[in-house]
């Protein structure tokens, strides 16, 4: 017998709001995530991108507004279905696939199935020599794909990522948007931080404009890009591309 | 290497067994152990009855407290007034005499009190105080500190000011200060023979009926702590005080030189 | 002095004189049962003091620091008074057994293992906190996690404990008496053999006791070392 399993998007935000501080440093975001999007969120420094990813992850409580997933919760027998990749990716201290598998144990499975799951993910993007190697002494490089095959390996309906390539070269950044390209075009919802516009425009279906904890406009990718509907998006792209 | 391996193992394991065995806590003094007749009499006792005997040194007083809370089964020390005290509180049965030894006088060779070869120690008492030579005291109110403390008072004396020095200590420490000191000191025969760091020290005065020390062995009074073991402890005091016990102590000989006189037979001590 | 304290020293292990060896076990076994019972309740313990927030937590951490420093002859009086069969616990008869010498060592290391590992823990919870959380490993589900990646800071650690426990004499002494082949250890044996004016004999003793603390130390280093090499 067939049984449905309920997907946790659309992800929706409805007024989402976050205080610190004295200030409110999230206003008002709407904002509707759809199976199958690749949404890149860009804006300046400060602009609140890392905090709305992370109030998104549920790492945060909102306060004010809600954070709604299609099925409630956002998880699957109290498993989170959709995980993230952090700016400065945390590397345990152990060897590269003791990192994946340690997620996968963390997610429910047995060690020798979860150690199975972890050399396939490392193998599928071309990982596998860095298995045993101790993760922390990998270059930012390699820290961030095994960041991103680790959370692949847990095979979530949606993958957060906050400046996946930021700190890395040009090749490094070659190889990381290459993966990402293979996670979506597998069917992988992405929701990820950038300030490489250039970057938004290669994977990107749609764009998200942060500025000042309001999320100015949102749309599909080419129409944000080429031709922003705002004036504070405008001068945002125009001033990055003056660079 | 093997061999120290496997006598590793060994000596662990007999520690193991040793945990269901019949044994009895005897409350005793430093000084009956610093002279090692412990390690010869305990043995023999425990090869007849197959009890093994734990003994707590302390210095007297405290060994004395140790019994009264019933942390021991027996105790075995030597200041007979303290001991009587003891069983007129209730805390134990009956004192039984089992051994002597005596004190001596010891001090440093060049004898700056010049006491030396004397047999009366009220008067080198005196003279040592008069003369402000150096004393150590161990100042612990153990047998032979309270010994020291009568005689003091026998010769009219109250020891005060900087020459004496109490060093609350065990005997055997209290001697090393005194060595180091180039102080007098007050030590039983036995520590003295069987101490290893004279240096320089001599005796000074010995044999007054004075400086006699005798030793009294109790079973604590099952009556007031009840998991008291009074039948193995009795069969220590009854060995302690029987033909083999006190030939056994008479045996015990440090350098050629018997330590202690047994005189259980002599009730009156 | 030294040329006899080493001759007596080489003369106890060469010899493996039984008498020697049950001292050397004594020491061992109260020390290492010590620190793993210190291990068991104060790991997590430390944990917990690392991850969590309450009233009166910094009063707690400062207390800790501060009781790394116990004097050991106060702890010994503390669980001498508690074990005499005048005292609260004395109906367990352990006064005077190798299990008071744990009970009051395990007051020394206890100590020591709940500042480090909340030292050791608060640092990587600080930096592993958002993985763990987007893992779903929050409050006790981290422990096992922060503990084993904390493993070569906390062994380090422990080693610490160890070293305090194998060194002390305050302790063992008032609450295990010093029974000759049933509560005498290294430490204890010296004091005895210093009292009874055979010097070289305590030296060599305390000569071998330094050469387990050696070993202990250089373990600690080794440990240390490679865990740098694996941190990166």
Known sequence: MMRDVASILPLAADALAFDAGGGRLIDGIELRVDKGDCLALIGPNGAGKTLLLRLLHGLLPASGGRVAWANGSGAVGGRRQHAMVFQSPVMLRRSAVGNVSHALRAA?????????????????????????????????????????????????????????SSALDPGATRQVEAMLADLHGGGMTLVFATHDLGQA????????FLNRGRL???????????????????????????? | MRKLLLALVMSLSVFAAQAGDRFIVVASTTSTENSGLFAHL????????????????????????????GDADVVFVHARAAEEKFIADGYGVQRHPVMFNDFIIVGPGDDPAGIGGGNDVTVALRTIAARHAAFASRGDDSGTHKAERRLWRAAGVTPAGDWYRETGAGMGATLNT?????????????????FRNKGDMTIAVQDDKRLFNQYGVILVNPAKHGHVKAAEGQAFIGWLTSDEGQQAIAAYTVDGQQLFFPNASDVGA | MTDSAFAAALDLILGADPAFLGIVAVSLRVTLSAVLIAALIGLPLGTLLAMYRFP??????????????????????????????????????????????????????????VALSRQVV??????????????GRTGWGAVPTLLYDG???????????????????????????????????????????????DLALALGLGMVLLLLTLVANALAFGVARIGRQYAG
Do not use: C, K
């Open chain 1, 108 to 164: 429910g499975h047995g060690r020798a199935e979860a150690r199975r799951r972890a050399l396939a993910a490392l193998e599928r993007f071309g990982l596998a020599e860095l298995a045993p190697r101790p993760a922390r002494v990998l270059s930012g490089g390699e820290r961030q794909r095994l960041a991103i095959a680790r959370a692949a390996a847990l095979e979530p309906e949606l993958l957060f990522l906050d400046e996946p």
């Open chain 1, 201 to 208: 425009r290669r994977l990107a279906t749609r764009v998200g």
């Open chain 1, 216 to 243: 100015v406009e949102t749309g599909p990718a080419a129409d944000i890009l080429q031709s922003p509907g705002h004036d504070e998006t405008r001068a945002f792209i125009a001033g990055d591309l003056a660079w």
């Open chain 2, 42 to 69: 305990l043995p023999i006792f425990t090869a007849r009855t197959g009890i093994e005997v734990r003994v707590v040194a302390q210095g007297t007083g405290q060994a004395l407290r140790t019994a009264a809370n």
């Open chain 2, 178 to 194: 005194a060595a180091q000191m180039g102080a007098y000191a007050m030590t039983d025969r036995a520590t003295w023979i069987a």
């Open chain 3, 56 to 113: 009166g937590r910094s009063v707690l951490i400062v207390a800790v620091n501060a009781l790394m420093g116990l004097p050991p002859v106060v702890a010994g009086l503390l669980v001498y008074l508690a074990l005499s069969r005048a005292g609260p616990l004395g109906g367990l008869g352990l006064l005077f057994t190798p299990a008071a010498m744990i009970v009051a060592q395990t007051l020394l290391v206890l100590p020591i293992v």
């Open chain 3, 122 to 135: 608060e640092e990587l919870w600080l930096e592993y906190r958002d993985h763990l959380t987007s893992l």
């Open chain 3, 151 to 197: 493993r070569y800071a906390l062994a380090t650690a422990l080693l610490a404990g160890f070293g305090r426990a194998m060194a002390e004499v305050g302790a063992v002494l008032i609450v295990g008496g010093n029974i000759a082949g049933h509560t005498r250890t290294m430490t204890t044996a010296i004091a005895l053999e210093t009292s009874r004016g």
